[in-house]
């Protein structure tokens, strides 16, 4: 074979020319290749990881929120709900939106699903079941209906009818209504509701 002089690789060079934007497209579509040709097994893992059913919701966030998998890949922190939100309510902590009902409660405006320019936060009509907040209330053994009777205001506010009351005993929940605003625990002046995610 005979060997390859200069002027070989003059016109090789010439042939071959690369722009600056055709090398980085060059480098990067390396990585992907190699990304690519990562195990299946790898893959297989990763998978398991990211599966919805295996992330589970640690923290209220605001109604409308998507699965939580999807929901900490997509909100940004951008605060565009916290913004929007009339109760100020919403909070960014770890550059996550988050619901704070400790002191007011959500009235399901939609404003934060208006707001949100990545669609974390969607629902489809205002009173939709998907602006669930997934909080529900928890009544304490402390509740004044169960110890005196004749004590009604949870059930009084809530917009939905979602919690029924009968005399010496704690409130009923009716889990398919509640959508968990929060109104019932901003209602009760003995602060025996906490509001748990379901």
Same mark, same amino acid.
């Given at each position: 074979?005979?060997?390859?002089?200069?002027?070989?690789?003059?016109?090789?060079?010439?042939?071959?020319?690369?722009?600056?934007?055709? +090398?980085?497209?060059?480098?990067?579509?390396?990585?992907?290749?190699?990304?690519?040709?990562?195990?299946?097994?790898?893959?297989?893992?990763?998978?398991?990881? /990211?599966?919805? $059913?295996?992330?589970?919701?640690?923290?209220?966030?605001?109604?409308?929120?998507?699965?939580?998998?999807?929901?900490?890949?997509?909100?940004?922190?951008?605060?565009?709900?916290?913004?929007?939100? #009339?109760?100020?309510?919403?909070?960014?902590?770890?550059? /996550?939106? /988050? !619901?704070?009902?400790?002191?007011?409660?959500?009235?399901?405006?939609?404003?934060?699903? %208006?707001?949100? #320019?990545?669609?974390? +936060?969607?629902?489809?009509? #205002?009173?939709?079941?998907? *602006?669930?907040?997934?909080?529900?209330? *928890?009544?304490? $053994? *402390?509740?004044? *209906?169960? !110890?005196?009777?004749?004590?009604? !205001?949870?059930?009084?506010?809530?917009?939905?009818?979602?919690? $029924?009351?009968?005399?010496?005993? /704690? #409130? %009923?929940?009716?889990?398919?209504?509640?959508?968990?605003?929060?109104?019932?625990?901003?209602?009760?002046?003995? $602060?025996?509701?906490?509001?748990?995610?379901?």
């Amino acid at each position: 074979m005979a060997e390859k002089d200069e002027r070989y690789y003059k016109a090789y060079m010439e042939h071959k020319t690369i722009s600056r934007r055709g +090398l980085f497209r060059a480098l990067t579509s390396g990585t992907k290749k190699a990304s690519a040709d990562a195990s299946a097994a790898d893959q297989d893992l990763v998978t398991e990881q /990211l599966d919805a $059913s295996q992330v589970v919701r640690m923290v209220a966030r605001p109604p409308g929120a998507i699965d939580e998998v999807l929901f900490q890949k997509i909100c940004t922190g951008c605060s565009e709900c916290e913004s929007a939100c #009339p109760e100020k309510i919403i909070h960014i902590d770890g550059g /996550l939106a /988050l !619901l704070d009902v400790d002191y007011g409660y959500c009235s399901m405006c939609g404003e934060c699903q %208006k707001a949100c #320019p990545t669609g974390a +936060l969607h629902a489809k009509k #205002p009173h939709d079941k998907q *602006n669930d907040t997934e909080l529900r209330p *928890n009544f304490s $053994s *402390n509740c004044q *209906n169960r !110890l005196y009777g004749e004590c009604e !205001l949870c059930a009084e506010q809530c917009p939905h009818q979602a919690i $029924s009351i009968a005399t010496f005993s /704690l #409130p %009923k929940l009716e889990q398919s209504k509640c959508d968990g605003c929060s109104r019932c625990k901003q209602a009760c002046p003995f $602060s025996v509701i906490t509001m748990k995610l379901s």
